[in-house]
């Protein structure tokens, strides 16, 4: 009895702890994510001669893990949950530097890297903990006026980002760079300092498209002036034309069948065309409540 007692104290004190609008936000996603990838991945895993539920299966134990030590760091302390996330960082760093050197390369990147039967994108994992620590450098200021929070943020992004270039990933360079700007900005730097970045990081989009083929081939493909590597785009565009206001119904969507990759990047279409535009607003409203 007291046992019992003891566990509904501790999960009436973690609930009443817990962002619950983001939580209950997060769950909504997690089983529409399930729901998707159980509708797009059978014709991917027929293709390949794979079990029709192989990605259900592989998504299934991604959101159990992932689950698990969410509920494990909310129940942490803000301290301990920074230290993990700081030695975290360093060990998905120490993985990402790995990839240089033991990586695979698919479709033209080198992004991951096997841990036993296991296979990871180190920058994947890495995101949250660098989150966390740039959040912890750039707010040291307000408890030492000296530490040079900026300076350090700054030199782990830029860290980070050349190491990133080299697989190449440059959306991945984006994302980083807009957590560090954006936790910048809701620190209170100085707004010169943020539109002087702002202005930078503009330029440099602009000169990677103009000098780089890997960035000029990704933004021609998204515009649909890419040739044959803007086919999933083209197809896609016309998955959503489709499905029109209400969509096709679930398990309708004919064009995942030529999309290839419509169960993981290109998953958003399969969603329209099946569900309609008012669902996808809804999808896009819930993600932009948790950013």
């Not at 040079?148 to 959306?171: E, K, M, N, Y």
């Not at 730097?189 to 930078?200: K, N």
């Not at 440099?204 to 990704?218: E, H, I, P, Q």
């Amino acid at each position: 009895m007291k046992l019992q007692k003891a566990r509904r104290k501790i999960q009436t004190t973690w609930w009443s702890t817990i962002d619950k609008p983001l939580f209950v936000s997060y769950t909504i996603l997690i089983i529409i994510g399930i729901a998707l990838v159980m509708a797009a991945s059978p014709i991917v895993a027929k293709r390949i001669n794979v079990s029709s539920f192989h990605f259900v299966y592989r998504q299934l134990a991604y959101i159990i893990v992932g689950f698990c030590v969410m509920i494990w760091f909310s129940t942490l302390q803000v301290a301990t949950a920074r230290r993990i996330a700081v030695l975290g960082f360093f060990a998905c760093f120490a993985l990402l530097v790995g990839v240089e050197f033991f990586g695979y390369e698919t479709k033209g990147s080198q992004r991951w890297v096997y841990l036993g039967p296991v296979s990871i994108q180190p920058t994947e994992v890495l995101k949250p903990f660098f989150a966390v620590l740039i959040a912890w450098l750039l707010t040291r200021k307000y408890r030492d006026e000296n530490f040079p929070g900026f300076t350090l943020s700054f030199i782990v992004c830029a860290l980070i980002c050349v190491f990133i270039v080299r697989q190449p990933d440059f959306s991945m360079v984006v994302n980083m760079v807009a957590i560090w700007f954006t936790q910048m900005m809701v620190v209170g730097f100085s707004m010169v300092i943020v539109i002087v970045i702002a202005i930078l990081g503009i330029l440099g989009m602009v000169a990677g498209y103009f000098f780089l083929d890997v960035v000029k081939n990704r933004v021609d493909s998204f515009i649909g002036n890419g040739g044959s590597d803007s086919y999933q785009t083209v197809k896609s565009i016309e998955a959503i034309k489709n499905g029109g206001i209400l969509g096709q119904g679930p398990g309708q969507g004919k064009y995942k069948e030529f999309i290839p990759d419509c169960h993981t990047d290109f998953i958003f279409p399969v969603a329209v065309e099946e569900l309609g535009l008012i669902f996808a607003l809804i999808l896009i409203g819930i993600f932009a409540f948790i950013t």
